[in-house]
């Protein structure tokens, strides 16, 4: 069979399935497509929700990942609402919840992570994660000012929620394991750099501290006990302490789970299944294996998996990129900005809150990022210039 013609089922409709889907219509596929998902609202992105929408300036409508006349030109079967329960991969079927059984030449695992929660969370009230449109909602709703929200987590998410929210005249308490905000993603200079922002706007920060339980009074958050003997009130709790790969349904597929579902170099999990975005663990040829959850990799990696499907792949090796924004400034990371990275500035000034710097190993040897601060045209000529000499951090 020509490849152009193979039935592709993709498991998982939002940035990378979808994604792959497009990748795939615009190389000439024109077998049968089916995206599957089990959320139920047109599929949306999620950079937004922890900033426009949960500040509330933007309407759930304005999240949503392709209009739907761009939709319709993919001819695809779009299947919401419908969760997969099992994957057959000899036999190359999915099972679903309500029972179908979906059979196709290649099928693509696009599902995702969940929130990871903190130990006895579910049976609380008030205490929140953030990773849907609903989650973003119900959040927003209780965003008043005044309130008392402790932010748990002080990685990319937790710190972008606690800007948010202190923007939003929240009384914000960020807590979490690094010293400073977005230490691991910044160097201890990018942190500090972003921890004075929070300061400027009103957040307590408590780094280097574990959460070690949830306070609560007849089934309602009241607040959190810290490692140290500290104690939080708190009128909502947001825990974002990271995610788990969506693989729970795959357990006993045969295919190698292990913090994602495992891939060769060309994302391929198995003959005829491949697995894509964040949810996908594959073998970097320069990287070694790694996991990316970031939305620029959910679209590149898509075109990488739709290229192989069709048979024009090629080893998946891209250089890691994130962005986030918090109050007001765009931060851009390319490549990886560990603790201990040393930074040159070579463009703008960090006083002025507006620069471009290449971070180097701690020896101050080798190029490993370029981190962008409110600078985004002078961070890509910055990126271009470095192009893939940009090492990985060992
Ligand atoms: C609040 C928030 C803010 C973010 N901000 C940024 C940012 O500023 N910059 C950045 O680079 N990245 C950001 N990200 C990360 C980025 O959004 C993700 O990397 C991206 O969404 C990954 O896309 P994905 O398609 O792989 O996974 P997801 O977007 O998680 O989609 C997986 C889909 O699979 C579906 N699914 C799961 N299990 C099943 C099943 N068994 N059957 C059927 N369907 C299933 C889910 O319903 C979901 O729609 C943010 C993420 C969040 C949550």
């Known amino acids: 069979m020509n490849r152009l013609d193979q039935d592709v089922l993709i498991v998982g409709a939002s940035a990378a399935g979808l994604s792959t889907a497009e990748a795939l219509r615009r190389r000439g596929h024109r077998g049968r497509l089916t995206l599957l998902d089990a959320d139920a609202n047109q599929p949306y992105d999620r950079p937004p929700l922890s900033k426009q929408l949960l500040a509330g300036q933007w309407a759930p409508s304005q999240t949503v990942l392709r209009s739907d006349e761009a939709l319709r030109a993919l001819d695809a079967q779009l299947l919401l609402d419908e969760r997969a329960s099992h994957l057959m991969t000899a036999a190359r079927s999915v099972r679903t919840d309500s029972g179908r059984l979906l059979t196709a030449d290649a099928i693509v695992l696009a599902t995702g992570v969940s929130p990871r929660r903190l130990p006895g969370q579910e049976d609380v009230d008030g205490v929140h994660v953030l990773r849907s449109i609903d989650d973003a909602l119900k959040l927003q709703q209780l965003l008043q000012p005044r309130r008392r929200l402790v932010v748990v987590g002080n990685g990319v998410l937790g710190s972008e929620i606690a800007a948010t929210a202190a923007t939003l005249g929240v009384d914000v308490t960020l807590v979490g394991r690094s010293l400073a905000p977005m230490d691991r993603q910044l160097s201890h200079f990018g942190a500090s750099l972003l921890a004075a922002k929070h300061e400027a706007a009103g957040v307590r920060m408590l780094g280097g501290r574990d959460v070690e ?67 996908a663990r594959w073998n970097h040829p320069r990287r070694g294996i790694v996991r990316l959850e970031n939305r620029t990799n959910a679209s590149e990696q898509a075109i990488a998996v739709a290229a192989d499907i069709l048979g024009f792949g090629e080893p998946y090796a891209p250089i890691p990129y994130f962005w986030t924004d918090q109050y007001g400034t765009r931060i851009q990371v390319h490549g990886e900005i560990p603790a201990d990275a040393r930074l040159r500035i070579t463009d703008g000034d960090p006083l002025s809150d507006r620069f471009v710097a290449i971070a180097l190993t701690s020896d101050g040897e080798s190029p490993v990022g370029v981190l962008g601060w409110g600078m985004p045209k002078q961070t890509r000529l910055r990126r271009a210039e470095l192009d893939d000499s940009l090492a990985p951090v060992s």
């Open 213 to 279: 339980v949830l306070r609560s009074l007849r089934g309602r958050v009241t607040g959190v006990a810290l490692s140290f003997g500290e104690e939080l009130a708190a009128d909502e709790v947001v825990v974002a302490i990271g995610s788990e790969p969506n693989t729970g349904w795959l357990t006993h597929s045969e295919l190698d789970i292990e913090d994602g579902v495992v891939c060769n170099a060309f994302c391929r999990a198995a003959p005829g299944i491949w697995a894509v975005g964040d949810v």
